[in-house]
């Protein structure tokens, strides 16, 4: 009987096309600029491909906000918010790697960024011309 056999034959090919498709989706979330309260965004970072990515599409963003732990090592998954000046919050998204690129019209803003439970806020003036970079920095990793 040879029905195992092209079982076998079949669940591996639906394997390696999930695989294909995982690895896909990473590579286009850092591709693909998103948009959420008239604000373009894209994140990402892991690994040296994803920052080649993301580096290309700097150009198109005036904003780059960067993640990491004070001892040096990038971080993600990093809450973050965007408000305006009167208070008006404008993207609230978790970061998908150490940097998240933005397009926001001139202007002053409150960003607010939590890792771990520790939220760190920065306040930034945001012109139309070039790309402004903003640290955000932690002590540690949350406990385990």
Request: no cysteine; charged share 15%.
């Amino acid at each position: 009987m040879k029905y195992p056999k092209l079982l076998n034959t079949a669940m591996a090919a639906i394997l390696l096309g999930v695989a294909a498709f995982g690895s896909l989706a990473q590579e286009q979330s850092d591709q693909v600029a998103l948009s959420a309260g008239g604000v373009s965004y894209v994140s990402g970072g892991v690994g040296t491909a994803s920052i080649d990515r993301l580096d290309s599409l700097a150009a198109d963003f005036n904003l780059k906000l960067v993640f990491a732990l004070k001892a040096g090592d990038y971080v993600s998954g990093v809450k973050v918010t965007i408000s305006d000046a009167v208070g008006k919050m404008l993207l609230d998204t978790t970061s998908q790697g150490p940097w998240l690129l933005a397009r926001l019209p001139a202007g002053n803003y409150q960003i607010v960024a939590s890792f771990a439970g520790n939220a760190e806020r920065r306040t930034v003036t945001i012109g139309s011309e070039k790309l402004r970079t903003v640290d955000f920095r932690w002590a540690s990793q949350a406990p385990r």
